[in-house]
């Protein structure tokens, strides 16, 4: 059990670091954006890049930060959840409900993505695929990569997140505790 908490545990954190850094995204998705207002408004564009290809950035900046935040925001517990109809239900009934989500959605759906993702990447890359547009971004190998590394750090994060509700079910006390679980007595666990 010790095992199974730090693993989730190191996960967690390399999904927090990997989050951290590509939150700066933001910035540069941000600063892209008035860019392409401003130049679009004022006519003025430099040569080479002008609003396709900057529009294009945009949506591969957005999608890299969704895609390298996503594990983060489901270890964390703040994902779209069905709150709603589980909060009356107790700390074990709604881990076992996880488990269960898990179990029979979010591993085989995120096992299929990752490996379709994949092929995605490789398609994309023995194509050269760039974008429709003439003047479009190309290598588009490079978004498809990130949907790839994202979908695998999402299936970290549901790796964690499981070892975390095992280890609240059936782990003692203090790793229970440590794993997510309120405090119980024995009796009550």
Known sequence: ME???AVAEFIDRVLQRIASVFGW???ALVAVICWDVITR???FQLPGFGSTPLQELEWHLHGMLFLFWLGYAYVRNVHVRIDVFISHLSWRRQAWLEIFGIGVFAIPYAALATYYSWSF?????LQNESSD???GLGNRWIIKGCLFLGMVLLDAAILSVLLRKIVG???PPH???AAGAPAMT???R
């Open 121 to 125: 990447v490789v398609v994309s890359y």
């Open 133 to 135: 547009a003439p003047n």
């Open 3 to 5: 095992v199974m908490l």
């Open 41 to 43: 408004k004022m006519g």
């Open 25 to 27: 995204l933001f910035l």
């Open 186 to 188: 024995p009796s009550s």
């Open 175 to 177: 790793l229970a505790i």
């Open 169 to 171: 079910l059936f782990g």
